[in-house]
């Protein structure tokens, strides 16, 4: 056979042609122990720091503009000694291609980015990246919990009027579950998550639970069965409804950490031209896209890191270290059924990421299946990213697993060419490791020198064409080198 696949075996490395042998007579490593878990856990913690201690090197042509925390709206922005220093401000210039704008490293602006065509945003300084969060404030600093009739249930002081995704305490050591109604035909209400009758913030009864009805009160409700959270958390952010960076055409966004927003990190609709370089992008998603309908049914949540939704051209993710999104962390995709050829995507790269725990790593799909698309993704390179613990972060309290490092859909036409997925490392996920799937064999990506760690038996993946659902087992090899054309395969099987 041409292709050798390398299987490494956990305490036991086999090199066999088809993996036809029963992995049942082989030793099976242990979790704790995997010597390819503590390798890609050395590697990512390597590219996490290469990401977090990126230098900014680009350099615009135009007018440069720069923005610090400290800074004053009636400065002309023109040099680092006469910064602007509001989002309001910046987002009021009047920018041309070419033009630069520069946040100083260690500061924090709370807001959104609405970027203008060609304009690049980028970093100036030394130290931590500059900080743009999508949360309005610090909620153990700003505004009270009031003790309810209900206890253990506080309500915010404070008004809000868009949706929250989740709230995010002590940066990141605790986060809320986000508590949503179905709607039912006589007008009842019960807990999407669990069943139970539920009409108001005041039913919360789960610790670290929280309910916001942003159409009418427009109050959150939280369980805290320790006390105040303003006395029990140092921080508490609030992913507020809306993209953090919402982006247009030929837009650069480098060295940025972009946070805490409850729809997208970093993204826009049909674009010409977006590159991401060097950003951490963490804690995005969750808000509801649509409510509930008034006659009966349950509402839809989202938010992706980066996203493009609809057609693209030269859309560009390259070093960046992205979690805990709630849906995916970087996404190509149109679900439109109209036949326009600028619902296409051509020159898309999603490079040398690191991806952990966000429902699925890499998101892509084009157009519905079953009716007639002119759309079409061509020349896409996913290559030299690590992809870690799908399905396992906080968009895991859906309740029912999307996860998956890769993730097409099977209800798409996927109409691809020049489509390669090379040199990836898909570790570990809650359901698929992978989903590869198109509605003709040959629209289907190629796959070459990937390597997959999950566990033995555990849900493989659903690929090729006609698809199938594969465990991931000693067949495992066979069925994505029969499929995808997989090269120079490299497999860890786990013990559960």
Not at 59 to 88: F, H, M
Request: charge should be negative; charged fraction near 20%.
């Amino acid at each position: 056979m041409k292709n050798i696949l390398h299987i490494t075996l956990l305490l036991a490395s086999l090199l066999i042609g088809a993996c036809t042998q029963p992995i049942a007579n082989a030793e099976i490593e242990q979790e704790a122990t995997s010597p390819r878990i503590k390798d890609i856990d050395r590697k990512a913690d390597k590219m996490r720091r290469r990401v977090l201690n990126s230098k900014s090197k680009v350099k615009p042509t135009g007018t440069i503009y720069y923005v610090a925390a400290d800074g004053d709206d009636q400065n002309d922005g023109l040099s680092p000694r006469t910064p602007i220093r509001t989002l309001e401000k910046m987002n009021s210039l009047d920018l041309q291609p070419s033009d630069g704008v520069m946040f100083r490293r260690g500061d924090v602006w709370r807001g959104r980015i609405y970027t203008k065509a060609g304009v690049t945003y980028s970093a100036y300084g030394r130290g931590e990246k500059p900080r743009i969060y999508g949360s309005p404030y610090d909620a153990a600093k700003v505004g009270e919990w009031v003790e309810t009739t209900t206890p253990n249930v506080y309500m915010f002081s404070e008004e809000l009027p868009d949706d929250v995704g989740t709230l995010v305490f002590n940066s990141g050591e605790q986060v809320a579950r986000k508590i949503t109604q179905r709607i039912h035909p006589d007008g009842s209400t019960t807990n999407l998550l669990t069943g139970e009758p539920f009409n108001s913030g005041l039913d919360l009864d789960t610790d670290l639970d929280f309910f916001l009805d942003y159409q009418e009160s427009k109050r959150l409700y939280l369980c805290s069965v320790e006390g105040n959270p303003k006395e029990r958390f140092s921080s508490i952010e609030l992913l507020t409804h809306g993209t953090v960076v919402q982006t247009t055409d030929n837009v650069h966004v480098d060295n940025l950490c972009v946070m805490y927003g409850g729809s997208h990190g970093i993204g826009g609709s049909t674009t010409e031209g977006l590159t991401v370089t060097n950003c951490v992008i963490g804690w995005i998603g969750g808000s509801i896209l649509s409510p509930a309908p008034k006659t009966g049914g349950r509402p839809s949540r989202y938010g992706n890191g980066v996203e493009i939704y609809g057609g693209c051209g030269k859309f560009v993710v390259d070093n960046c270290y992205i979690y805990q999104i709630y849906d995916a962390g970087i996404t190509n995709q149109n679900q439109e059924s109209i036949s326009d050829a600028s619902r296409s995507m051509h020159n898309v790269s999603f490079t040398n990421n690191l991806i952990e725990h966000c429902e699925m790593s890499i998101e892509y799909y084009l157009g519905a299946q079953y009716k007639p698309t002119e759309g079409y993704m061509r020349n896409v390179l996913y290559e030299g990213n690590i992809m870690r613990f799908a399905g396992m972060g906080w968009g895991s309290q859906r309740g029912s697993s999307w996860g998956a490092h890769l993730k097409s859909w099977w209800m798409h036409y996927n109409q691809a060419y020049n489509f390669v997925i090379r040199n990836n490392i898909f570790d570990r996920s809650r359901a698929n490791l992978i989903n590869v799937v198109a509605d003709k064999a040959e629209w289907l990506p190629t796959m070459e020198s990937n390597t997959y760690v999950h566990y033995l038996d555990a849900e493989g993946g659903r690929i090729g064409q006609p698809w199938d659902d594969y465990p991931f087992n000693a067949e495992f090899p066979t069925a994505v080198e029969k499929a995808l054309g997989e090269k120079d395969i490299q497999i860890t099987y786990i013990s559960k």
